[in-house]
């Protein structure tokens, strides 16, 4: 029981993620969403570690790994993001439409 | 009994630990280096360091497969295999940087080159793992390094704005694959990929398979965006438009080789215990092989109408990416034996679309044109490079005595083998299609006049020396293509997908 409310909150964070993601115009909030995206799945792998069929520490240790390449990801993001920023003095994602077809 | 790193041969990771500490040395380097000093010079060593890693695997063949720390890196005949097509396709990545040199603007600087081994060093990880964590950090070394790789001409609007969609979407497929992953994790307990199929034979057996379905579709959103198949190639055509060239060349060929390897892996191990429950062909085979038709039909067709020669080359790799997962698809129905095929087209790839991409890259520099029109007249302005480019694009397309037609023959056998007609003729079909915008390049080269105005093609030697390469290992793959078949079937396949020997010994 206690293993499904998690499933479900992760699934929920998830979804919420993925919808901003496609959504949302402002660059910086579709970075915040990705973040929500990879966390909900850092939430799957300790309930699972805790609370699964099969409990144990692998889990959490591939949590710490995430949490850290997140972070990582997270800092090339914002990069990127201002290096656009200082181009096209925006942060609308919908404005960075300059190559089509 | 418990093993510890230092209890292990490390020796079998010479390659990699050549590549990281290459990397870690040219990165001090470089700081002591004066602002105005060339960094041409680290693209040298990085390219030493590529070539000497190279010879590392080359020496390592015909040895019997060896794990460390419980399948965390894993060394067999497959990992060897793809490791030297990831260092064949970095080297000439290097080499054609090296190329831009003079006259180019920004021009190529130190980090360039060290980012570039560490995005090499990713995809080797990714290849030559057997556990779910150390796949992922593999994946995520390559991915971080090549958003960067992307965006590193950072005053062009272009590059940054492919580095923002190749960030985004990059992001989002890996949360995908995360999350995927974590399901996996969920059911069996464990991350090694032979523990996870140790459970999954019992899982198959008794309980409600829904997880296993969950875990193996979200997985498969995130490896068909790393691939690049349709639908998941959206990010595709800004992306290796937007980015530098050799960039554009890195990701085509060492990043989708690299996500081969990787899916191959996880499917072929985690998800086996499906075949014997009859669940592969029916759900599997048939998830791959509507990826494979889904990229060859919009990757072909969406590249009909594009005017940017870039652009219209990356649909064509969607396209490619498609045929490529045509093995793979069928295997489920014919068995271990279409690693070679797989593995032969995944070379002549390396080959036709590095040339490809370089020469459009020559032309679009020197005429200051990216466009498929700055092509007119090439066989009068500089007929060997107009040769050279017609080699490639009937490679591409898929005509005798070049390596695509071999590589395509044999991927079309495959198909026909397994009873799947549908994606034979899809295969065809599709590679008609394709005729009308390859050809179009070579319409303009050949049956256009050439633009009064158009200025000389300049093609730097490093550039000469990449088209070499290209023309080379097309041409001989398509003239003797039992070379390269002999040998791969001399590999084997099998030991990826089996226990090292000093893993059961333990």
New interface residues.
């Given amino acids: 029981m206690q293993l499904t409310s998690y499933l479900a909150l992760s699934a929920i964070l998830?979804s919420i993620?993925?919808y901003g993601?496609l959504t949302k115009r402002n660059?910086v909030i579709?970075?915040f969403c990705?973040e929500l995206?990879?966390n909900?799945?850092?939430l799957?792998?300790v309930?699972?570690?805790k609370f699964?069929?099969?409990?144990?520490l692998?889990?959490q240790?591939?949590t710490l790994?995430?949490i850290t390449?997140a972070a990582?990801?997270a800092a090339?993001?914002i990069?990127?993001?201002i290096?656009?920023y200082?181009?096209?003095q925006s942060a609308e994602?919908d404005r960075?439409d300059?190559?089509k077809? | 009994m418990e093993h510890t790193l230092l209890d292990f041969n490390l020796r079998v990771m010479a390659p990699e630990l050549i590549i990281v500490s290459a990397a870690a040395l040219l990165v001090i380097l470089e700081l002591l280096l004066k602002e105005s000093t060339s960094r041409n010079w680290i693209g040298w060593l990085g390219l030493l360091a590529v070539i000497a890693a190279g010879v590392s695997v080359g020496m390592e063949f015909g040895h019997p497969p060896y794990q460390i720390l419980n399948d965390s890196y894993r060394v067999d005949s497959f990992s060897l295999a793809f490791k030297a097509l990831l260092l064949g396709g970095g080297g000439l990545t290097i080499l054609f940087s090296l190329a831009g040199g003079k006259n180019e603007q920004p021009k190529p600087k130190g980090e360039y080159y060290i980012l570039l081994l560490a995005a090499l060093l990713g995809g080797m990880m990714m290849v030559s793992s057997a556990d779910?964590?150390a796949l992922?950090?593999g994946l995520?070394l390559l991915s971080?390094s090549s958003?960067?790789l992307v965006?590193i001409n950072?005053?062009?609007?272009?590059s940054?704005?492919?580095?923002?969609?190749y960030?985004?979407l990059g992001?989002?497929s890996?949360?995908?694959l995360?999350?995927g992953?974590?399901?996996l994790?969920?059911?069996?307990?464990?991350?090694n990929l032979f523990a996870i199929q140790g459970?999954m034979v019992e899982m198959v057996a008794t309980q409600d398979q829904a997880y296993i379905y969950v875990s193996l579709f979200l997985m498969m959103v995130g490896f068909g965006f790393k691939i690049a198949t349709a639908p998941f190639h959206t990010w595709t055509?800004?992306v290796y438009?937007?980015s530098p060239t050799p960039v554009t060349i890195f990701l085509a060929v060492v990043s989708k080789a690299a996500a081969f390897a990787l899916v191959a892996r996880v499917l072929l191990i985690a998800y086996l215990p499906l075949v014997s429950t009859g669940a592969w062909n029916e759900i599997v085979s048939w998830l791959l092989m509507i990826l494979a038709a889904c990229s060859m039909i919009i990757g072909n067709t969406a590249a009909l109408?594009?005017?940017?020669a870039k652009?219209l080359l990356a649909y064509s790799s969607i396209a490619q990416a498609g045929y490529v997962l045509v093995p793979l698809s069928t295997l489920g129905f014919v068995g271990f034996d279409l690693f070679p095929s797989l593995f032969y087209y995944l070379c002549a790839y390396l080959f036709m679309t590095a040339g490809a991409f370089a020469v459009a890259d020559c032309i679009a520099k020197s005429c200051k044109n990216d466009q498929i029109s700055a092509f007119a007249g090439l066989s009068r302005r500089s007929p060997w490079l107009a040769g050279v480019m017609t080699i490639f694009l009937i490679s591409l397309a898929g005509f005798p005595v070049t390596a695509g037609f071999f590589g395509k023959f044999y991927l079309l056998t495959s198909a026909v083998g397994s009873n799947q007609a549908w994606l034979a003729a899809a295969m065809i079909l599709t590679t008609i299609v394709s005729y009308y915008y390859y050809f179009e390049f070579i319409r303009q080269m050949y049956f256009r006049a050439p633009d009064l105005a158009a200025p000389r093609v300049s093609v730097s030697w490093a550039a000469w020396a990449v088209l070499a390469i290209g023309v080379t290992g097309t041409l001989a793959l398509g003239l003797f293509p039992d070379l390269l078949l002999h040998e791969l079937g001399k590999i084997d396949w099998h030991s990826a997908f089996a226990q090292a020997q000093n893993a059961i010994r333990q």
């Fill in positions: 998830f993620g993925l993601v660059a579709v970075l990705i995206m990879l909900a799945a850092n799957n792998f309930a699972f570690s699964g069929l099969f409990p144990g692998t889990g240790v591939f790994f995430t390449i990582a990801e090339v993001g990069a990127i993001l290096a656009l200082r181009n096209v994602a960075y300059s190559m077809g | 779910l964590l992922y950090v995520e971080l958003y960067i965006g950072k005053r062009d609007r272009h940054n704005e492919a580095a923002w969609k960030v985004v992001g989002v890996s949360a995908f995360l999350y992953m974590s399901f994790y969920g059911l069996t307990g464990a991350t459970k055509p800004d438009q937007g109408r594009q005017t940017n652009r």
